[in-house]
């Protein structure tokens, strides 16, 4: 069962460049999510997908889009990467009640240089 | 607006001794807090979760304290074990929002 998976786990990108995050679940949530976590900031939601077919902006959605593509897949682009982009990104899924536990994947830390 | 805060980025807890995590909350109508850990390299994992209609909760080694008035919870680790080092997070919700704040995180770091 591998739960969260994501990929890729490292990427570099130059300023202006473009490429998806991808992220699939095999545990039938419901929701999933997008974070990302910068030194000294926490983990800051990006946008989520409480259903198939819903998706919702977050804390930072500025420079990003998502697609709920089905149950089990929810990507995060990037059209024209910045370095403020740099960080280590984290897909995260639930039932849909997140006060059950949220499953994430192993992250997918990226460079915009 | 920092909504989830824990002031301490880091500690260093002896091992066998108690570990507490601290974190402040501004919102009050939060309903439910949750504590994940983080290994270096690895996606969170959940740990601990309490609702905001209670003021402790406990699961081994692991109690979570909450104080409403004081917009305050804390984790306590009872004993600490060198694998309990890692990064902790908070992180509070409103019920019928999928949106989970988190807090910056503590460096928690057992010494043998």
């Known amino acids: 069962?591998?739960?969260?998976?994501?990929?890729?786990?490292?990427?570099?990108?130059?300023?202006?460049?473009?490429?998806?995050?991808?992220?699939?679940?095999?545990?039938?949530?419901?929701?999933?999510?997008?974070?990302?976590?910068?030194?000294?900031?926490?983990?800051?939601?990006?946008?989520?997908?409480?259903?198939?077919?819903?998706?919702?902006?977050?804390?930072?959605?500025?420079?990003?889009?998502?697609?709920?593509?089905?149950?089990?897949?929810?990507?995060?682009?990037?059209?024209?990467?910045?370095?403020?982009?740099?960080?280590?990104?984290?897909?995260?899924?639930?039932?849909?009640?997140?006060k059950t536990q949220a499953f994430f994947g192993q992250g997918t830390r990226l460079t915009v240089v | 607006d920092q909504q989830v805060k824990q002031n301490s980025p880091s500690l260093s807890v002896q091992e066998g001794r108690i570990s507490i995590l601290n974190c402040d909350y501004t919102n009050s109508m939060f309903d439910y807090f949750l504590w994940y850990k983080k290994y270096p390299a690895e996606g969170p994992t959940f740990l601990i979760s309490i609702s905001s209609i209670k003021d402790k909760n406990e699961d081994g080694r692991f109690t979570v304290f909450l104080n409403k008035s004081a917009k305050h919870l804390s984790l306590h680790i009872v004993p600490s074990q060198p694998g309990d080092s890692a990064v902790y997070f908070c992180a509070a919700l409103f019920f019928g929002n999928e949106k989970l704040t988190f807090g910056t995180g503590t460096r928690l770091t057992i010494i043998p």
């Open chain 1, 1 to 98: 069962n591998a739960g969260v998976t994501q990929t890729p786990k490292f990427q570099v990108l130059k300023t202006g460049q473009s490429m998806t995050l991808q992220c699939a679940q095999d545990m039938n949530h419901n929701s999933m999510y997008w974070y990302r976590q910068d030194p000294g900031m926490g983990l800051r939601l990006i946008y989520y997908s409480a259903s198939e077919g819903t998706t919702d902006k977050g804390e930072v959605p500025n420079g990003y889009n998502v697609s709920r593509l089905n149950k089990r897949e929810f990507s995060l682009r990037l059209e024209s990467a910045a370095p403020s982009q740099t960080s280590v990104y984290f897909c995260a899924s639930t039932q849909g009640r997140i």
